[in-house]
């Protein structure tokens, strides 16, 4: 189970997810698995000798048509919606969320200096995303 402050996933969201899905199956050599999401697919990128599942690529539309382009790190916290206005407070910004993703909740946050991060708080008694 992972900790508050703990890395607990990483994705990377842009508006050409095939393309960029075999980019890093080639250059790094990940498989990828489909990951139904509706009407289209984001993908699982697998190492490809054990079929573990290590990151994510996912379109840039619907609920993540206001997510940046880059890899993103998810840094698991005990309460998003406390988490994003300390946030706002300390000068940064929400630029995604708070929302709910999966088994709990998400925001994707800009600190002063440009960088974002991902606020994950798993709902009680369940699993990191």
Known sequence: ??????????????????????FYAAVVGWSAKPHPMGEYDDYEMQ???TGETV??????RGLNADVPPQ???????????ERAAKCRAMGG?????????GEGRFCVIR?????????????????PA
């Open 93 to 101: 910004e929400v630029i995604a969320g708070p929302r709910d993703m």
């Open 111 to 127: 600190d002063p200096a440009g960088a974002t991060l991902a606020l994950y708080a798993p709902a009680s008694g369940a699993e």
């Open 47 to 49: 190492v490809a000798e």
């Open 55 to 60: 990151a994510g690529i996912c379109h840039q």
């Open 1 to 22: 189970m992972s900790k508050n402050g703990e890395i607990t996933w990483r994705d990377l969201t842009v508006p050409n997810a095939d393309e960029v899905r075999e």
């Open 71 to 81: 890899w993103l790190l998810y840094v698991q916290v005990d309460d998003v919606e």
